[in-house]
């Protein structure tokens, strides 16, 4: 599954790697969990990407009440296209999720142990930038009151995740993005070709402070390795 991320890139970054025109201001964020509002890049508008806060758990649109979100900030891979909750949206309604890494937990003797995935570093960039696939959804009660929200798409997980959890979120390779975000397309056989465990050479994992734990702890520790025995 997908649980928890940290997203600590500048806005000039996302901009240039997404091709957006324009972005809101936003603190880097290190613990960033369900129920929260994330950033999610969409295409609204013809080839144009745009990008924006939605909820971080999915409301079907033909849901009674927007209580049902909580048990959606996942959708699976291997039923993505057909269950009810998540088959419209994965046809029309596509977005990805900046990220620059995610956290997983392995349990231990007495404990879990929280550790970062994230890519491995390239270029000699200070900063990663990669992006998970989710599906959007919008939400509108009798009363006018509206929410966009979004959920994760996870897989089995590589070699890299295996050893810490049996899933892992897809990630979407920048070639792909294009393909990923366009509403007009609804090609599921070609879509779900996209879902596939990231490769596990481009991947590194590393144990974390249980600090991170807490979703009201966001700070830059929580994505420092620590020494794991």
């Known amino acids: 599954m997908c649980g ?21 201001a936003r603190p880097r964020r290190y613990n960033i ?8 890049v969409r295409a609204l508008d013809g080839d144009e990407r745009s990008i924006s806060y939605l909820h971080w758990g999915l409301i079907p649109g033909w849901s009674r009440d927007e209580k049902s979100h909580y048990s959606m900030i996942n959708a699976r891979a291997e039923t993505v ?37 994230t890519m491995k570093q390239q270029d000699d960039k200070q900063s990663v930038l ?19 929200s ?34 007009d397309n609804q090609q599921v056989d070609e879509l779900t070709t996209l879902l596939q465990p990231y490769p596990a050479t481009m991947m590194i994992a590393y144990p ?13 520790d929580c994505m420092q390795p620590i020494d794991h025995e």
Not at 87 to 99: H, W
Not at 100 to 106: K, L, M, P, R, T
Not at 130 to 148: N, P, Y
């Open 4 to 24: 928890r991320f940290y997203l600590d890139v500048p806005k000039s970054e996302l901009m240039t790697h997404y091709g957006l025109l324009s972005a809101p």
């Open 33 to 40: 969990a369900p129920s929260q509002y994330i950033l999610a």
């Open 81 to 117: 296209a057909s269950k009810p909750a998540f088959r419209s949206a994965f046809k029309r309604r596509r977005c990805l999720i900046p990220v620059s890494g995610f956290y997983e937990w392995h349990p231990e003797d007495h404990y879990k142990q929280p550790f970062v995935i």
């Open 130 to 148: 990669f992006s998970l696939a989710g599906l959007w959804e919008h939400w509108e009660d009798q009363e006018g009151k509206v929410i966009e």
């Open 150 to 183: 979004c959920a994760i798409i996870v897989t089995i997980a590589n070699a890299v995740l295996k050893p810490i959890h049996e899933r892992m979120p897809v990630i979407i390779d920048t070639g792909d993005y294009a393909n990923w975000l366009d509403p």
């Open 208 to 220: 974390v402070s249980r600090k991170m734990n807490d979703p009201t702890h966001d700070r830059p």
